[in-house]
T-cell receptor, first 112, second 112 residues
């Protein structure tokens, strides 16, 4: 089983600025996948970005990028040029097979 | 293409009753997973079904059951409802060869 920890219950960022959300995980498996999901007030979980553990290169999707530190079991999400629409709960998740294991989430507030 | 759909959107039940929640996956996706999200927490894995077979089960009592139909849609059944079953129930679908899961909008269940 994996455990996922998000130590920041809330974060705030100004529009156009950059923010980093933290996530650490623990797994005994060598083959696993990591994800960041966004859940706006509409409550639909949206896949933001994924990282395969076997890949050294950090994943990037437009304004979203990750800092994957495998030895430290750290998987942070960086949001550049923050927009009002980025305001949401962000969940980090880990899987080695079929079940996604989620952290408790970080609430991101974006101020004008 | 349509995303994952779930019905109903909201549901209010009384303790001891039974409930059935429904999910239709993205076209071409053959795996369906169910998650329970209690307010303020990350989603918790309940089941995954693939080709009508249960592939995995989370730490939930036997009151929770599910099934998958030939068209890959799925039902989640919960018997003898408890107040603690009040939550957002999320369905996710995925391709058989992928770890990425795509979520529906969820069903909000309130048990009174």
């Amino acid at each position: 089983a994996q455990t996922v920890t998000q130590s920041q219950p809330e974060m705030s960022v100004q529009e156009a600025e950059t923010v980093t959300l933290s996530c650490t995980y623990d797994t005994s498996e060598s083959d696993y996948y990591l994800f960041w999901y966004k859940q706006p007030p509409s409550r639909q979980m949206i896949l933001v970005i994924r990282q395969e553990a076997y890949k050294q290169q950090n994943a990037t999707e437009n304004r979203f990028s990750v800092n994957f530190q495998k030895a430290a079991k750290s998987f942070s999400l960086k949001i550049s040029d923050s927009q009002l629409g980025d305001a949401a709960m962000y969940f980090c998740a880990c899987t080695t097979g079929y079940a996604l294991n989620f952290g408790k989430g970080t609430s991101l507030l974006v101020t004008p | 293409d349509a995303g994952v759909t779930q019905s109903p959107t909201h549901l209010i039940k009384t303790r001891g009753q039974h409930v059935t929640l429904r999910c239709s996956p993205i076209s071409g996706h053959k795996s369906v997973s169910w998650y329970q999200q209690v307010l303020g927490q990350g989603p918790q894995f309940i089941f995954q079904y693939y080709e009508k077979e249960e592939r995995g089960r989370g730490n939930f009592p036997d009151r929770f059951s599910a099934r998958q139909f030939p068209n890959y849609s799925s039902e989640l059944n919960v018997n003898a409802l408890l107040l603690g079953d009040s939550a957002l129930y999320l369905c996710a679908s995925s391709l058989p060869t992928s770890y990425e899961q795509y979520f529906g909008p969820g069903t909000r269940l309130t048990v009174t």
